[in-house]
């Protein structure tokens, strides 16, 4: 059966969903991951306050394209008549459906108000949503945790009453905020969500899903009606497609080649320059490169190289290099 949300986004039998992260889930990434097989993607997150101030760096993270639908444009604060604004202005960008931020957990989102701290107060939390249901035509998602730390773990509440408001799918991390990316993400409470008979929106289960086996497993297990894969896809956007092979065929994919990473890797580094200009384009690629080699022996001096070169050119140089050395091996 599909997983819908809302009446128009429907994304297959089991979805896989990439998760929004900060200074990774840009176009030029969410597009190597687009292509790897992935269903739903998300923009970076995007503050309220900085749209509605028309802050450059916040109006930038609403570009979305075409080819990535359907996509959600992320959007966190903690003031209500913020979000209402900025809610408004992501709609205008052409999404597919607005998603809210309550589950970020870094201080200078969270001690602010925003991101996962409005666990703390859920009567904030459905007045917010409320207000940016209120203000868009396009289905409204969200994404959280499982509570603020051990003691004060409440989702299961947020679930129930974001649904009685009108939010169309529920993404949960699990893991509390006081966790941060700590410990093992536990993924019962998320079960128990799904099967709260009161509950018929769509759950995503997020939170440690780094391999087949753990993917095929948990969907069994934790009954989810889709994963959303995160940091296991930074450098291994080959995760979605391995993945979407096991369930179709029950069988194991190879792992990429050299050959295939390094193509991979040019692709992203053009799309970068693409988006960004030449400057700052070779500038952000240069977090990605340990990533996409992951795992390969003496990569250390390419990597040196790679992170201090200024041309296309010789970037590209670099990377024919790799592939002539290492093609023979699969890592």
């Not at 998320?190 to 969907?219: E, L, M, Q, T, Y």
């Not at 092979?245 to 990429?256: I, K, Y």
Request: charged content about 30%; proline content about 4%.
């Amino acid at each position: 059966m599909s997983v819908k949300i809302g009446e128009h986004i429907d994304l297959g039998e089991f979805p896989l969903l990439l998760a929004p992260m900060e200074d990774v889930s840009d176009p030029p990434f969410r597009f190597v991951c687009k292509k790897n097989g992935v269903d739903m993607m998300y923009t970076e997150f995007i503050s309220s306050e900085g749209l509605i101030r028309d802050a450059a760096k916040s109006r930038k993270k609403l570009d979305i394209f075409e080819y990535e639908r359907p996509i959600g444009i992320q959007i966190f604060g903690s003031e209500i008549e913020s979000m209402r604004g900025a809610t408004e202005i992501s709609s205008q960008a052409g999404p597919d459906l607005i998603d809210i931020n309550y589950g970020c957990p870094v201080k200078n989102v969270a001690c602010r108000g925003a991101g996962a701290s409005l666990l703390q107060d859920i009567d904030k939390m459905v007045a917010m949503t409320k207000a940016v249901i209120e203000s868009t035509h396009l289905p409204v998602t969200v994404k959280t945790r499982l509570g603020w730390d051990d003691s004060t773990k409440n989702v299961d509440e947020v679930a129930e009453r974001l649904q009685d408001i009108g939010i169309k799918a529920l993404s949960i991390h699990g893991r509390t905020r006081a966790q941060m990316y700590k410990g093992e993400a536990d993924w019962t409470m998320i079960r128990d969500i799904k099967k709260n008979p009161r509950i018929h929106i769509p759950i995503f289960g997020n939170g440690d899903v780094d391999s087949v086996d753990k993917a095929a497993a948990w969907r069994k297990e934790y009954a989810v009606d889709g994963i959303m894969i995160g940091r296991a896809s930074i450098g291994y956007p080959w995760i979605f497609r391995e993945i979407k092979h096991f369930f179709a065929t029950g069988e194991r994919l190879e792992g990429p080649t050299i050959e295939e990473r390094v193509e991979v890797c040019r692709t992203h580094l053009t799309k970068s320059i693409e988006w960004k200009g030449d400057k700052l384009g070779i500038f952000e690629m240069r977090r990605h490169y340990s990533n996409y080699f992951k795992g390969i022996p003496d990569f250390k001096e390419y990597r040196m190289k790679l992170v201090t070169l200024q041309t296309i050119e010789e970037i590209q140089e670099v990377l024919e290099e790799i592939k002539d050395k290492f093609e023979l091996e699969t890592v």
